[in-house]
C-alpha cells in the first residue's frame, strides 16, 4: 500500500545517506508478464550479479525478509558466502519458520492436491483479503499464488556452507512474529536462532498485526519502527528480499 510520506525505511536511509534496494521478482507488478519460478535458488542467482557488485564495498548493509521472503534471504546469503562476497552485518527476519523445519512440521498444507475453493481457504489462512478471490481478481492472481505457494511447498534445504564454523552463519538475527498470524507462530521464529553465531544477541520480538500487515499502514510503521531501533550502528543501506 502506498502513502505520500516516505515510510520509516526510507526515511531511515535518506537520513543516513544509504539506499533501499527492494526486490520486486517476475510476475508481479511491472513484471507481471515476465516467467515466474518456482524454486527459489534460481531468484538468488539471478539477483545475485545485480547485487554483488554493490556488497563488495566497503559498507555494512542489513537484508530483510518477510514470509517466503526469509527463505530466499536465507539461500541468497548462503550464495554470497559461497561466492566470497561480505556477509550482511543483519538479516531481519519475519513471519516464516527457519528453512530447516521439517516438512511434516510446516503450518501450511501442500497447494498442489488442493483444487479452487480448498486453495482459497489456504490463503485465508495466510490472512489474504477476501477481494482477491472475487471473479477476474482470482482469475489473475490464482496462478502466481499457485507458483509462490510451490515455492516454499517443494523447497527443500540444505544447510549452510561447511566453511562457516559450526556451520552458522556469522550474521546477527533478528525476527519478529504477529499477534494475529494464523499460520506462523513465535515457537518458528524462534528455530532460526540455530542459524547465527550470534546467538547472544539474537533476538525475537512480538508485532501487532496479521501474515499481511504491509498493507495496515500503522501497523506496517510499528514493525519498521521496531526493525530500525535493533539495527547495527554502523548500519547504512538495507537489502530487502520481502
Known sequence: MRTQEDNPFVAHCKSKGGQLLACELPGRESRRNEPRERKLRPYCEALFP??????????????VGHSMGTWMTYEFTKLLAEKGIPLPKQLVISGFPAPSIPVKDRPWSKNVPMDDPAFMDECRGWNVNEIVFQGANWKTFSPMMRDDFT?????????????????ELPVKITTRYFT????CKKEHLMMWQAFTSEKV??????????HLFFYDVPARAKYMESVLSKLPAEFAPTVSLS
Open 50 to 63: 545485480v547485487l554483488a557488485p554493490l556488497l563488495q564495498e566497503d559498507v555494512p548493509y542489513v537484508i
Open 180 to 183: 494475529d498470524d494464523k499460520r
Open 151 to 167: 515455492l516454499f511447498d517443494e523447497y527443500e534445504y540444505t544447510p549452510p556452507p561447511a566453511f562457516l564454523k559450526k556451520g
Open 201 to 210: 544477541s539474537f533476538s525475537c520480538e512480538e508485532c501487532e498485526g496479521n
